[in-house]
């Protein structure tokens, strides 16, 4: 099965979802929905709204929150390495804050690098961010992912070949997110008041529907109002970028990109390219991405310009983007096992069965080997009783059994069966006998193995060996008389010798 991402954009008037499956050039977006905001603005009764349609169960979220949350500032610092940038960021932004730091949440976009880093940073009230996440919680989405509204869709516009300096104008409602970029990075995010009311109640004297999506269906003719609201956001943009322009050391965007519901006026692509003297463009994402359209079950036709932000963000870990990301510290993922909890409950009894019968199999096997090893000492106490009727404290009856016939092989001067029952003094007295009297010799040592006897001493000459070695074989114990070794000492005037004595078959 396909793993589904849900890109979830969040404005100040409405919910756009886009849910994507597959990976690579295998993407598909399956399901895709907006859903406008109430009256009092309720955004639970939107969320409740969208999530009761049961096409949106992702396995992971990527949402967005709206620019105009967020102070923005940007710097340069004499190092780089992300842990070093992080650990200076309040300390760069806080002199700018209207808020203690303390209560933001800091993320930041590397804009150039070389002896200084140049950064672009963006923090986030933590109660306002915390409240978000909590809302959403609600509804069992944990976004791994929380960026700024905007920059993932600019984010994918430079990476498929858009321009080198570009400026995305994201026309919402009620206000206007501008993004800039230059030489292909991020470097000014502006949240503008300006919105598709604006041009609304330029272009006529009625009210203003409550729902987006129906003042949008047809396309609104253009009319010299129109054009006077456009320009009236010209005016705004053009001191943003020349201000940007006066501190960089210049600023010629290349092209103007254009989203969100104030651009789906008819025409308005060719007022902006007026009013800004150079190309502006509608974007369409899908154009720009290998992904197909599906959205079986939708009810709505798929509009660029609502879709975009919401379909970037959810092709957004597919395609390895560099965004902001404010799922930090205390908001850091934890991994929620919400929607899994009922199957972990299930795997968990099944496992819980399985342990019980592996644990009481063991039990019964234990007991039944107790009980043969109970039986088996009882025999062997049984034994050790008979056989040493004289003992009365048992401990351990097979080491004191073997204990006895130690003592007892001891005392008889046996050496072991396998010399044939011989005693270690018939042996000895043998080896007596039969030693040559007129020979000058020493025995250092006799060491008794169950086959053979070893002689270790020293002697006058070769000569004696060979005496000695002629008198023990005439020994009844041991068929034959070897000289394992023979040799003069350290000083030259004895000989060492060794002898080995072998056992005869059937020795008594």
């Known amino acids: 099965m396909n793993e589904t991402t849900l890109g979830l954009d969040i404005t100040t008037d409405m919910i756009r979802a886009v849910q994507v499956a597959g990976r690579g050039k295998g993407l598909c977006v399956s399901a895709f929905a907006t859903v406008g905001f109430k009256e009092n603005g309720d955004i639970e009764s939107s969320l409740k709204e969208l999530f009761a349609d049961d096409r949106f169960r ?41 808020i203690p730091i303390e209560q933001l949440l800091v993320d930041y976009l590397t804009v150039a690098g070389g002896e200084k880093t140049e950064v672009f940073a963006a923090a986030v009230e933590r109660e306002k ?104 956001l010209s005016v705004m943009v053009e001191n943003t970028t020349r201000a940007f322009s006066a501190q960089k050391g210049g600023f010629s965007p290349e092209r103007i990109y254009l989203n969100g519901t104030g651009v789906m006026v008819h025409g308005a692509a060719d007022i902006l390219s007026s009013c800004f003297g150079i190309p502006a463009e509608h974007v369409d994402l899908k154009k720009n991405i290998p992904i197909r359209i599906d959205g079986q079950g939708s009810t709505e036709p798929w509009r660029p310009e609502l879709m975009n932000n919401a379909l970037a963000l959810a092709v957004r870990a597919a395609r390895k983007e560099k965004g902001f990301n404010f799922r930090q510290e205390e908001f850091q993922v934890q991994g929620s096992l919400v929607r899994y909890k009922n199957d972990i409950i299930s795997i968990a009894a099944a496992v819980a069965v399985v342990l019980i019968c592996i644990i009481a199999n063991a039990c019964t096997d234990y007991w039944l080997v107790k009980k043969k090893y109970d039986r088996l000492d009882s025999a062997v106490i049984q034994v050790f009783t008979d056989t040493l009727p004289d003992v009365k404290r048992i401990v351990n009856p097979v080491q004191q059994l073997k204990s006895r016939i130690l003592e007892a092989r001891s005392k008889k001067g046996i050496l072991s069966d396998s010399v044939g029952g011989a005693t270690v003094m018939d042996m000895l007295a043998d080896l007596s006998r039969l030693m040559p009297e007129a020979a000058d010799f020493k025995i250092n040592s006799v060491v008794f193995d169950p086959d053979m006897i070893q002689l270790n001493g020293t002697t006058d000459n070769f000569n004696t060996v060979d005496s000695i070695k002629n008198g023990l074989q005439k020994s009844s114990y041991w068929k034959g008389v070897d000289i394992s070794s023979a040799k003069l000492d350290s000083s030259g005037t004895s000989v060492e010798f060794k002898l080995i004595l072998s056992k005869r078959e059937n020795t008594t």
Do not use: H
Not at 59 to 84: C, H, M, Q, W
Not at 148 to 160: D, H, N, R, T
């Open 58 to 98: 992702s396995d992971s979220t990527n949402s967005s929150i709206t620019s105009g949350l967020l102070f923005y500032r940007d710097f340069k610092v004499p190092f780089a390495g992300e842990k070093r940038i992080r650990k200076v960021l309040p300390f760069e932004l806080e002199p700018f804050l209207p």
């Open 129 to 232: 961010l915390g409240s978000y996440l909590e809302t959403l919680k609600k509804y069992e989405i944990e976004p791994k992912i929380v960026d700024v509204e905007g920059v993932p869709l600019a984010l994918c516009l430079i990476e498929k070949g858009g321009s080198a300096c570009g400026i995305l104008l994201d026309i919402d409602r009620v206000r206007t997110t501008l993004v800039l970029w230059r030489d292909e990075t991020i470097q000014m995010v502006r949240s503008i008041p300006f919105g598709a009311d604006d041009i609304t109640q330029t272009m006529t004297d009625a009210p203003v529907r409550q729902d987006p999506r129906e003042e949008l269906t047809d396309a609104i003719d253009v009319t010299a109002p129109a054009k006077k609201a456009f320009e009236r």
